[in-house]
């Protein structure tokens, strides 16, 4: 596990990364932080100020350390403002002399070199001999890569964690994470593990201290498998495993009645930004292909291929940018708002130089539109997503007249495969049994666009075609496994063969209806809508391809923009 975790050390890229690390490593420690690093204030040396207990000698000290990245070598000795001298120079010239605040100035000081590398040979000479010189003022100590390892595997993966199955998950996790095809699924164990939930979702109860070590651990192995898949050119895994550690982190919480435990908010709080933070790194990697015109065709010759890629792409986005409006909550708005119009740019773009973006070839990429059309509703793009939906229902009224890539209601991409290529009866597997249909003309009344709603029931609704519009509603006990499987096939109820009106005010009552209706409103008895985090409930819908509750978006039909 030390091996592990050094090497992971040694990986970090990001600026802020052993930054952020140092502090919680100081708090298992049970070192109290009383300042953490902060971008363009000065520091004057110290990054990471804390006090509290030698673990070594029980005697009370004040411990500061300075946080470099790699590893040191001569040039990171004393070349410049940023090397370590000068910083060590900068905490007894200045910081020790001007910035302890009285209760602390009589401790002893314990200062930390910490590094994600190593110190050289080279320079290790000069590090001891400084330190030899200062011994009198403060006691100073280099931590690498190896020497942290082994603290955060004391401190912060002890009681006998990642051992037996768990340490041979992580493993194997780590040494498949570069295959893009890798099903993840020795990392789920690891998180079924950890969180203590059986298979079928039996949950042993934990303590509000064990719960909340488990989620420390989850943490650190999503850091680590982030890491590893970065470093292998793929990012696209370690996405798929920061949605499934929220999610199912998520469920644990309202199992195990964590919802009001504030530390453990917290530790979830720190999650969903590693969920923000690799999505931002994924899709750094792939706008390239979303800003060019039919960029996507690298991606595949086909058709169908490059139809699916691109609606799992804009479920990424939307979902993301769901997430980040839902969590921020109006809270950090001049902050976070450059992040959704980055966001909302490139789901833009991804549509508009994409053709196939308006051709859904499988029913259940309806989730995907769905998810979408509420993030562009959120932003106030009105005018794009009612562009966007006239694309959708014109494409889908023609490729459905027509027999030929139409969006077919099985999600098995083998058959998409085969009939694609005319090799299975296509009559056999026409849209049927349909969510897109129905979701299409929701939107239309959303939007008031009653020519669009006309035209689709108009060409679809008919026996001509054998379509059974249905929608699937889930009702209260679809929460007891909502965030932790494919719900819909286990709880909800489905309303089939619905019976559309001429125009979109027969919608509206129908909407009206459900909305009034207590059976389905999601709102009671969702325990992410209770507390307005939206974007938990989309990121399941998307995750686990659960339909997006309809009554979810019929309540955004009186519901202010964020």
């Known amino acids: 596990m030390r091996l592990l975790i050094s090497q992971y050390l040694r990986l970090l890229k990001e600026r802020d990364e052993l930054d952020a690390l140092i502090p919680t490593l100081f708090q298992a420690m049970k070192l109290t932080p009383i300042s953490r690093p902060q971008t363009g204030v000065r520091q004057d040396g110290v990054d990471i100020a804390a006090v509290g207990k030698d673990p070594r000698d029980g005697q009370d000290k004040l411990f500061l350390a300075v946080v470099k990245r790699g590893n040191i070598g001569r040039p990171d000795w004393n070349s410049g403002l940023q090397s370590i001298r000068p910083s060590l120079d900068e905490i007894f010239d200045v910081y020790l002399q001007n910035n302890v605040q009285p209760e602390y100035k009589g401790l002893p000081v314990v200062i930390w070199v910490c590094?994600?590398?190593?110190?050289?040979?080279?320079?290790?000479?000069n590090f001891v001999g400084y330190a030899k010189t200062k011994e009198h003022q403060a006691e100073i100590i280099f931590y690498g890569a190896d020497r942290l390892a082994e603290l955060i595997e004391q401190y912060l993966l002890n009681e006998n964690i990642f051992l037996g199955n768990d340490r041979k998950f992580l493993r194997k996790t780590l040494v498949l994470i570069g295959d893009i095809d890798y099903d993840l699924s020795d990392y789920y164990l690891l998180l079924l593990s950890q969180l203590a939930i059986s298979h079928d979702d039996?949950?042993?109860?934990?303590?509000?201290?064990?719960?909340?070590?488990?989620l420390t651990r989850i943490h650190l192995a999503l850091k680590i498998v982030i890491t590893w898949g970065d470093d292998a050119g793929n990012l696209k895994q370690p996405l798929l495993a920061a949605e499934r550690t929220l999610l199912w982190t998520w469920h644990a919480i309202v199992k195990q009645n964590f919802l009001d435990t504030e530390k453990i908010r917290g530790e979830y709080a720190s999650i969903c930004a590693t969920y923000f933070n690799v999505a931002l790194m994924y899709f750094k990697k792939v706008r390239q292909y979303f800003a060019v015109e039919d960029g996507m065709t690298q991606v595949s010759s086909d058709s169908a291929l490059i139809s699916i890629s691109i609606f799992r792409q804009i479920a990424m986005l939307a979902s993301v940018g769901t997430f980040?409006?839902?969590?921020?909550?109006?809270?950090?708005?001049?902050?976070?708002?450059?992040?959704i119009q980055q966001i909302a740019n490139m789901l833009r773009a991804i549509i508009d130089n994409n053709q196939a973006s308006s051709s859904p070839r499988l029913d259940e990429n309806s989730i995907d539109i769905?998810?979408?059309?509420?993030?562009?509703?959120?932003?106030?793009?009105?005018?794009?997503?009612?562009?966007?939906?006239?694309k959708l229902i014109s494409k889908l009224v023609f490729t459905v007249a027509h027999k030929h890539n139409y969006p077919i209601s099985s999600d098995n991409l083998e058959e998409l495969a085969q009939i694609t290529h005319g090799t299975f009866d296509e009559d056999k597997f026409m849209l049927g049994a349909t969510w897109l249909v129905p979701s299409l003309a929701i939107w239309c009344a959303f939007f008031d666009m009653n020519d669009e709603y006309c035209y689709l029931v108009r060409n679809l609704i008919t026996p001509n075609f054998g379509i059974c519009p249905?929608?699937?509603?889930?009702?209260?006990?679809?929460?007891?496994f909502f965030y932790f499987g494919k719900s819909i096939l286990h709880q909800g109820e489905t309303e089939i063969n619905i019976n559309?009106?001429?125009?979109?005010?027969?919608?509206?009552?129908?909407i009206l209806k459900?909305?009034?209706?207590?059976?389905?409103?999601?709102?009671?008895?969702?325990?992410s809508l209770k507390r307005q985090l939206y974007g938990i409930e989309l990121l399941a819908c998307k995750?686990?391809?659960?339909?997006?509750?309809?009554?979810?978006?019929?309540?955004?039909?009186?519901?202010?923009?964020?």
């Open 543 to 562: 995750h686990f391809r659960i339909p997006v509750p309809p009554v979810f978006i019929y309540s955004l039909f009186e519901s202010e923009a964020i």
């Open 370 to 390: 769905n998810i979408a059309m509420v993030f562009f509703y959120l932003i106030r793009d009105i005018d794009f997503a009612k562009n966007w939906l006239k």
């Open 514 to 527: 459900f909305k009034l209706s207590e059976r389905y409103n999601v709102f009671m008895f969702s325990p």
């Open 115 to 125: 590094t994600s590398g190593d110190l050289l040979q080279i320079v290790n000479d």
């Open 202 to 214: 039996q949950v042993t109860q934990q303590t509000e201290v064990d719960f909340f070590a488990a």
């Open 500 to 510: 559309f009106g001429k125009s979109i005010s027969a919608m509206k009552e129908k």
């Open 324 to 339: 980040v409006i839902s969590i921020d909550n109006g809270e950090h708005t001049e902050e976070i708002r450059p992040i």
């Open 470 to 480: 249905q929608l699937w509603h889930p009702v209260e006990d679809t929460y007891d």
